[in-house]
């Protein structure tokens, strides 16, 4: 099946720095990439997502890119604040995206110091 | 608009009980997921469901069923529990089965189990 690593397990930046998480995936066939953002004693939730017939995508301080070639995508939040501090995780499709199953990544958990 | 919604969300077992874990999608999503989290690592699919068939299923053992309902509403039943089962449950709902179709998760149900 569809292995995802994710990088780094922890981030920790000052209120206001830029914040960047990678992950990596095996399938050449994945073709949408969804983030989560998990919050304590919460369900993830969707923040950003990307599908393969675009390098990069925005929405205000969030950001995502995706590099097929290399098979690697990233998270970039700018201009952080401590409301951003939780749980990230990536995630790739089972190879034949007919079926719903996703596969995530370990998670980061990153901390906004203010 | 109402999210993902679960029941109950939290519950306490001893081992070699049963449980029955529930999950409403959102309205007119068709397809439900349900995924085990154990602490610290990201979300392992379980099952998919869609149109009330089961569409998918992750390595896990036969304790494990699952039934989706007319009303697209889903249950996740798990017998003979032991103590790895500890974990919190998410269910995901999604408009239709295709992994590239955005995953939208509720809150999760965490199970113990004594």
């Known amino acids: 099946g569809e292995n995802v690593e994710q990088h780094p397990s922890t981030l920790s930046v000052q209120e206001g720095d830029s914040a960047v998480i990678k992950c990596t995936y095996s399938d050449s066939a994945s073709n949408y990439f969804p983030w989560y953002k998990q919050e304590l004693g919460k369900g993830p939730q969707l923040i950003i997502d990307i599908r393969s017939n675009v390098g990069e995508k925005k929405d205000q301080r969030i950001a995502v890119t995706l590099n097929k070639t290399a098979k690697h995508f990233s998270l970039h939040i700018t201009e952080t604040q401590p409301e951003d501090s939780a749980v990230y995780f990536c995630a790739a499709p089972h190879r034949g995206s007919t079926l719903g199953r996703l596969y995530f990544g370990r998670g980061t958990q990153l901390t906004v110091w203010p | 608009d109402a999210g993902v919604t679960q029941s109950p969300t939290h519950l306490i077992k001893t081992r070699g009980q049963q449980v029955t874990l529930r999950c409403s999608p959102i309205?007119?999503?068709?397809?439900v997921s349900w995924y085990q989290q154990v602490l610290g690592q990201g979300p392992q699919f379980i099952f998919q469901y869609y149109e009330k068939e089961e569409r998918g299923r992750g390595n896990f053992p036969d304790r494990f069923s699952a039934r989706q309902f007319p009303n697209y509403s889903s249950e996740l039943n798990v017998n003979a529990l032991l103590l790895g089962d500890s974990a919190l449950y998410l269910c995901?709902?999604?408009?239709?089965?295709?992994?590239?179709?955005?995953?939208?998760f509720g809150p999760g149900t965490r199970l113990t189990v004594l």
């Open positions: 309205s007119g999503h068709k397809s």
């Open positions: 995901a709902s999604s408009f239709d089965r295709g992994a590239s179709h955005t995953q939208y």
